[in-house]
């Protein structure tokens, strides 16, 4: 209990240094910059009315927040979904493993700000090539992850598995599976802390409502505030999220 206690107080003392910081640079370097104070006033309408819906760009923030956290749902559950057995089949085949590896490596660092035009190339839309974008730039972590979990499995267990005549599908759900659980739960937790940086990149392109659409109609009207109110938003949630993740893994760990 005193190790919590004293760890929140860390992160208090944290915080405030971060403030004052803030604080210091926007009244002695960025005159431009808000300062805590000023930005809680100019966006305080946003918070404590978190659901509020004004106008297609003018939502509580609480509102903005669920459209782009819906939107990494479908994408990081897309990217999962292509991920995983991908993993699964590049781990168990040394020859597709060195086949396919040069096309990772090509595809893996390209940014989402690449991807997107590709996207709204091929379906037309800012929905469905926003999900494309978060699919395609998230899943690589699950694949390498799941990959080193299949390649991690003892010979042993292949061997009795070969003894007992298991079948494949046998095998898979009581060796490999259980084997790989925690290696596919970190590929996860990264995947999803990757496609939450993707939806706020693809929502500033597309101007959808969304935290990133929001952050972007507020720059090019020169909101100060509203800005730092998104960046703080999506720091939020991202830490959120990936404490989630964190839990989850965890917990299987534990298990």
Request: aromatic share 10%; proline share 6%; with cysteine.
């Given at each position: 209990m005193r190790t919590y206690v004293k760890n929140f107080l860390l992160s208090l003392v944290g915080i405030g240094l971060l403030l004052g910081l803030w604080a210091f640079l926007s009244g002695n370097v960025a005159k431009d910059l808000p300062s805590p104070l000023k930005?809680?006033?100019e966006s305080k309408l946003y918070v404590v009315q978190p659901w509020d819906k004004r106008g297609e760009m003018d939502q509580g923030i609480g509102r903005m927040t669920f459209y782009s956290l819906v939107r990494v749902a479908k994408g990081f559950s897309l990217a999962i979904l292509i991920g995983t057995p991908l993993g699964f089949l590049l781990g168990g085949s040394p020859l597709l493993a060195r086949m396919f590896d040069?096309?990772?490596?090509?595809?893996?660092?390209?940014?989402?700000?690449?991807?997107?035009?590709?996207?709204?190339?091929?379906?037309?839309?800012?929905?469905?090539?926003?999900?494309?974008?978060i699919a395609l730039c998230s899943m690589w972590p699950t694949v390498i992850n799941t990959m080193q979990g299949v390649r991690s499995i003892p010979q042993?267990?292949?061997n009795v598995a070969k003894v007992l005549?298991?079948?494949p599908w046998k095998q898979f759900t009581k060796i490999?599976?259980?084997?790989t659980l925690p290696?596919?739960?970190?590929?996860?937790?990264?995947?999803?802390?990757l496609a939450w940086l993707v939806i706020v990149?693809?929502?500033?392109?597309?101007g959808t409502p969304g935290?990133?659409?929001f952050l972007w109609q507020e720059y090019n009207s020169l909101i100060y505030s509203h800005i730092l109110l998104c960046i703080l938003t999506i720091g939020v949630v991202g830490f959120t999220l990936d404490r989630l993740m964190g839990m989850a893994e965890a917990r299987l760990r534990a298990a």
């Amino acid at each position: 209990m005193r190790t919590y206690v004293k760890n929140f107080l860390l992160s208090l003392v944290g915080i405030g240094l971060l403030l004052g910081l803030w604080a210091f640079l926007s009244g002695n370097v960025a005159k431009d910059l808000p300062s805590p104070l000023k930005t809680w006033q100019e966006s305080k309408l946003y918070v404590v009315q978190p659901w509020d819906k004004r106008g297609e760009m003018d939502q509580g923030i609480g509102r903005m927040t669920f459209y782009s956290l819906v939107r990494v749902a479908k994408g990081f559950s897309l990217a999962i979904l292509i991920g995983t057995p991908l993993g699964f089949l590049l781990g168990g085949s040394p020859l597709l493993a060195r086949m396919f590896d040069p096309v990772m490596q090509v595809l893996r660092p390209i940014s989402p700000l690449a991807w997107l035009p590709l996207g709204l190339i091929l379906f037309r839309q800012s929905e469905p090539a926003a999900l494309f974008t978060i699919a395609l730039c998230s899943m690589w972590p699950t694949v390498i992850n799941t990959m080193q979990g299949v390649r991690s499995i003892p010979q042993d267990y292949t061997n009795v598995a070969k003894v007992l005549r298991l079948s494949p599908w046998k095998q898979f759900t009581k060796i490999s599976l259980p084997a790989t659980l925690p290696y596919m739960f970190t590929g996860y937790r990264l995947s999803l802390g990757l496609a939450w940086l993707v939806i706020v990149a693809a929502e500033m392109l597309t101007g959808t409502p969304g935290v990133g659409g929001f952050l972007w109609q507020e720059y090019n009207s020169l909101i100060y505030s509203h800005i730092l109110l998104c960046i703080l938003t999506i720091g939020v949630v991202g830490f959120t999220l990936d404490r989630l993740m964190g839990m989850a893994e965890a917990r299987l760990r534990a298990a």
